[in-house]
């Protein structure tokens, strides 16, 4: 069976993968600085939604240091409130892909309710999910290890649009 037909059957043929960046781990006390979203179609990426996000806050070392995202380069971008819509719209019905995707919903889903808006109610999919299943073998399950895994390269991780892609 090839991609194609793989993606057809899981009725994956057009799915949104999506990544965020935030300032930690905390989705009530920490804020999103990026956020990506790709259109896949047929496997391949068709369009991008990429935006830095102003967090209203101070991001920490450690986090400027994992990802390379600062405070001067956030600073007057669009808040999440005013980004949402927009992604709303970019997502559309897709379903969407990502890698531990419950972080990214627990962060997206809280700022949705601070914002008085509804996250779109579409089916998601977990690549760590996927992978700890399919690929039991390997020895960590971590977006670096399976994009080498699959000859992708791990150059800028933690980065919202290369996770995205990767994912």
């Known amino acids: 069976m090839d991609v194609s037909s793989l993606l057809s059957y899981l009725d994956l043929s057009s799915y949104i993968a999506l990544d965020i960046e935030t300032t930690g781990l905390d989705f009530h006390s920490c804020e999103i600085t990026e956020i990506s979203a790709y259109r896949f179609i047929n496997g391949e990426p068709e369009k991008e939604f990429t935006s830095l996000v102003d967090p209203q806050q101070a991001i920490p070392a450690e986090i400027v240091e994992l990802t390379g995202i600062t405070s001067s380069m956030v600073i007057g971008k669009p808040t999440i409130d005013q980004i949402l819509p927009d ?10 892909v990502g890698q531990n995707i419950d972080f990214d919903l627990s962060f997206l889903n809280y700022q949705c309710r601070k914002a008085g808006l509804t996250f779109p109610d579409i089916k998601v ?9 399919f690929f039991f073998f390997l020895n960590e399950f971590n977006l670096g290890s399976l994009s080498e895994y699959f000859g992708f390269s791990a150059k800028g991780a ?8 990767n994912t």
């Open 125 to 133: 999919y977990d690549t760590l999910n996927l992978a700890r299943s």
């Open 158 to 165: 933690h980065r919202a649009s290369i996770d995205t892609f």
């Open 87 to 96: 992604l709303f719209d970019f997502i559309g019905d897709e379903p969407i």
